[in-house]
């Protein structure tokens, strides 16, 4: 199985700032990946998929990248709204596989 | 508007059985892949199983293969996910959700699934 890891696994930010959450996959998995947020009590939001395309309806302060190995989620200019857990995920091969998680928390 | 009601969720006991439900609308259920994932209490997500479209192929997390099994009803506009020989481990949240090429833009509020004596 390909495993996903996620850093940091909490992240202490501000209103305002410019975060970044890496995610590594155990192996290569092309652009096979997509971001979720997720609010306490609530299911998973999709933000980015194939690594750097936002979602429809998602804010354009959300962006991705990354390609194989090594992909990032950054939020610039953090909003009230974006303190949550953010998970990576990937469809290259079944079993599809989650990160652990990142928590964005208020500083 | 897309819509996803899971059902079944409750207490059952080590080695027990249950059979959650998810009944879809405001989409062509029978022309979309769906799956089942879930999150233990304070964990992060896992992915379970999936169907397509027509039934024809499942795919399915190796911790849950050959006790969980994944089926639709197309007429009925209808996910189901039958657990068997449940463990205490498999004590989640179950959302049901319908795929677009491996992401999942539309979920379910989810139904919760306690496991224990």
């Known amino acids: 199985d390909i495993q996903m890891t996620q850093s940091p696994s909490t992240l202490s930010a501000s209103v305002g700032d410019r975060i970044t959450i890496t995610c590594r996959a155990s192996?290569?998995?092309?652009?096979?990946l997509a971001w979720y947020q997720q609010r306490p009590g609530k299911a998973p939001k999709l933000l980015i998929y194939q690594a750097s395309n936002l979602e429809s309806g998602v804010p354009s302060r959300f962006s991705g990248s990354g390609s194989g190995t090594e992909f990032t989620l950054t939020i610039s200019g953090l909003q009230p709204d974006d303190f949550a857990t953010y998970y990576c995920q990937h469809y290259n091969v079944y079993p599809w596989t989650f990160g652990q998680g990142t928590e964005v928390e208020i500083k | 508007e897309v819509q996803l009601v899971e059902s079944g969720g409750g207490l059952v006991q080590p080695g027990g059985s249950l059979r959650l439900s998810c009944a879809a609308s405001?989409?062509?259920?029978?022309?979309?892949?769906m799956s089942w994932v879930r999150q233990a209490p304070g964990k992060g997500l896992e992915w379970v199983a999936n169907i397509k479209y027509d039934g024809s192929a499942k795919y399915y997390v190796d911790s849950v293969k050959g006790r969980f099994t994944i089926s639709r009803d197309n007429a009925k506009n209808s996910l189901y996910l039958e657990m068997d020989s449940l463990r205490a481990e498999d004590t989640a949240v179950y959302y049901c959700?319908?795929?677009?090429?491996?992401?999942?833009?539309?979920w379910g509020q989810g139904t919760l699934v306690t496991v224990s004596s």
């Open positions: 192996q290569t998995i092309s652009s096979s």
């Open positions: 405001g989409f062509t259920f029978s022309s979309y892949w």
């Open positions: 959700a319908k795929e677009r090429y491996g992401v999942w833009v539309y």
